[in-house]
């Protein structure tokens, strides 16, 4: 159970990103974080993100799951302790030398990503993605201008053995933790309204070892 400010918070942002997609669910977080989820590039979107778990969830459990992509098995792991987001590097705009010539390319943002993947027309309109060797040198210097944008976690697998670098979705991560919570927050104030005819607010407000007091005492 979260304090007061923070179940309330929890609840609401339970509530707002039932219903949404993905997409929507990291323009919410980032929103509620105090990104600005329309012009802020990915790696800031996570930042924002991850400071709002940490702000929301810091000092619990850090358990995970992830698929193996070699053999398929479901394995759980804690994430590191001290997990932050390296800093950017470079501004919102970068040049990448190829073929005698410099490109501008722009960081990909939230609106440019589709079916996973950045819109490479949006982030770079003038760039020669069709010639041999271009996507690979644009791809390199975005990771390098905001090493961030694309974390990765390095697991071994207990069923097979197989170390792997996997994606860490941030924002996907931290709705799995709202989406766990949020249930159970509605929980409380059901069980203590039966009880003592208490608000939702009155009910969230109270300290996590003050709600699992009259927790105990309405179970009796």
Known sequence: MQDGPTAAVILELYEKGMTADPAGR???????????????????VDRAVWALHERLFGG???AATATCPHCGEVAEFELPEGLSLPDR??????????????????????????????????IGPDAPWDAPGFAEAAEAALEAADP???????????????????????????????????PRLI???????????????????????????YLQAAAQ
Do not use: H, K
Request: hydrophobic share 50%; net charge neutral; with cysteine.
């Open 148 to 182: 961030g944008m694309r974390l990765q976690l390095e697991l071994a697998c207990a069923g097979c053995g197989t170390a792997s670098a996997l994606p860490f979705d941030i924002p996907g991560w931290l709705w799995s933790r709202l989406a766990a919570t949020g």
């Open 26 to 44: 990291a323009r919410l977080l980032c929103a509620a974080a105090g990104g600005d989820p329309d012009a802020a590039p990915l790696g800031d």
């Open 89 to 122: 590097t470079a501004g919102e705009t970068i040049a990448v030398a190829f073929g005698g010539q410099s490109f501008a390319l722009r960081l990909p943002r939230l609106a440019d990503v589709a079916g996973g993947a950045p819109d490479l027309t949006a």
């Open 60 to 62: 619990t459990t850090r």
């Open 187 to 213: 929980d409380d104030v059901a069980r203590l309204a039966r009880a003592f005819g208490w608000s939702e607010a009155a009910i969230l407000s109270l300290s996590p070892a003050r709600r699992a007091l």
